[in-house]
T-cell receptor
């Protein structure tokens, strides 16, 4: 079954701690995205990557970092600089423009809570 | 002003009702329009995908795009309690270097049995 997996489902962060959220896809998609979802605010783009070893900041990148060493994987690190990290984090993927359906598919999400 | 506006609801309807969910947008360059369904504490799933103007039907769901009014709609016929979810509209421009989407904030729908 092709799809996007995110782990863990729930993650707890202590003050001053960095935590990493995992995202893996086996859809052979080129691009991957990270969103943050807060109640009443919709989806806000954190980072996206169109190709391995390249990524761009989205609208709310401060306090977050990413890497794209493999096409299938796009982990997100929530650093201690992110002062309000409690949210639902969603990973998505898509084909690059000009190839395939021009939309994104989402993983099941990770809920991050601060202890 | 946001590029995409969506009434957050909540919208509560009785089972069997016809539901109309709507988004308005300001950028006339948008050509691809999507509706996602998101159950509580789950990731959004793609429900409908349309290009340019017109209607698209899939079972009980119909997506409608009116580019002249910059208005898109999702109709749900014979609504079921299992349709209770948040519905997100999304759109993007033709061409461009990415498949980045612009999302509405979502409408929370509750179908009462």
């Amino acid at each position: 079954d092709g799809g996007i997996t995110q782990s863990p489902k729930y993650l707890f962060r202590k003050e001053g701690q960095n935590v990493t959220l995992s995202c893996e896809q086996n859809l052979n998609h080129d691009a991957m995205y990270w969103y943050r979802q807060d109640p009443g605010q919709g989806l806000r783009l954190i980072y996206y990557s169109q190709i391995v070893n390249d990524f761009q900041k989205g609208d709310i990148a401060e306090g977050y970092s990413v890497s794209r060493e493999k096409k299938e994987s796009f982990p997100l690190t929530v650093t201690s600089a992110q002062k309000n990290p409690t949210a639902f984090y969603l990973c998505a993927s898509s084909f690059r423009p000009g190839r395939g359906v021009k939309t994104q598919y989402f993983g099941p999400g990770t809920r991050l809570l601060v202890l | 002003q946001k590029e995409v506006e969506q009434d957050p609801g909540p919208l509560s309807v009785p089972e069997g009702a016809i539901v109309s969910l709507n988004c308005t947008y300001s950028n006339s360059a948008f050509q691809y329009f999507m509706w996602y369904r998101q159950y509580s504490r789950k990731g959004p799933e793609l429900l409908m995908y349309t290009y340019s103007s017109g209607n698209k039907e899939d079972g009980r769901f119909t997506a409608q795009v009116d580019k002249s009014s910059k208005y898109i709609s999702l109709f749900i016929r014979d609504s079921q309690p299992s349709d209770s979810a948040t519905y997100l509209c999304a759109m993007r421009k033709e061409g461009g270097a990415t498949n980045k989407l612009i999302f509405g904030t979502g409408t929370l729908l509750a179908v009462q049995p």
